[in-house]
């Protein structure tokens, strides 16, 4: 059964380094998005990304974060200058139509020191 | 922000026997309710998902009902097995002409069956 990978696993950095985190959606799907759960909270939606361009986003995806899809099959989240409370668990995923259910990847453990 | 939530942190029931997990959530405009199973170190996994215009929809051992006038919907496991054991997630979204396909999550609500 197809499904959504991300790399790595576990990404720990130092606060204001830049860190990439990496996706690989369901391949005939065409909507992207990203989520993040910090330790004891709600999963919380960041940007969805349809036809190359953000579609929406909310008020955490501020001007450090951005989202790119490079190639026919990678979709990346780009954290500019990371801060301490960018620690989270970082889920992509990916939706065949706009209004479908939406299948997550296992997650990206991101430790900011 | 609670437009979405779910009360009861937890659940236990013996397996065999029916599990029942409650969402209620508060923004009339949310229209699409889905059901995520998390286990650790992994990510949400998708059940079941519901519409408005629907009352009920059923895959298997899994039904969810949607009392839209309560705004509440519930999953029904039945049977329960062991390997449903996991955190539940209610989420919504407002999928009305130029809405949001963004899901809403609650905080889950995990769930232990024993054998």
């Known amino acids: 059964e197809p499904e959504v990978t991300q790399t790595p696993s576990h990404q720990v950095t130092q606060m204001g380094q830049e860190v990439i985190l990496r996706c690989v959606p369901i391949?005939?799907?065409?909507?992207f998005y990203w989520y993040r759960q910090i330790l004891g909270q709600k999963v919380e939606f960041l940007v969805s990304f349809y036809n190359n361009e953000i579609s929406e986003k909310s008020e955490i995806f501020d001007d450090q974060f951005s989202v790119e899809r490079p190639d026919g099959s990678n979709f990346t989240l780009k954290i500019r200058s990371t801060k301490l409370e960018d620690s989270a668990m970082y889920f992509c995923?990916?939706?065949?139509?706009?209004?479908?259910?939406?299948?997550f990847g296992p997650g990206t453990r991101l430790t900011v020191l | 922000d609670q437009q979405v939530k779910q009360n009861s942190p937890s659940l236990s029931v013996q397996e065999g026997r029916i599990s029942i997990l409650n969402c209620d959530y508060t923004?009339?405009?949310?229209?699409?309710f889905l059901w995520y199973k998390k286990y650790p170190a992994e990510g949400p996994t998708f059940l079941i998902s519901?519409?408005?215009?629907?009352d009920k929809n059923e895959d298997g051992r899994f039904t969810v009902f949607l009392n839209k006038s309560a705004k509440h919907l519930s999953l029904h496991i039945v049977p329960s097995q062991p390997g449903d054991s996991a955190v539940y997630f209610c989420a919504a979204s407002a999928r009305v002409e130029g809405g949001s396909e963004k899901l809403v999550f609650g905080k889950g609500m995990k769930l232990t069956v024993n054998p």
């Open positions: 923004n009339s405009m949310f229209d699409y």
């Open positions: 519901i519409s408005s215009i629907k």
């Open positions: 391949s005939n799907h065409l909507y």
């Open positions: 995923a990916s939706g065949l139509a706009r209004y479908n259910e939406q299948f």
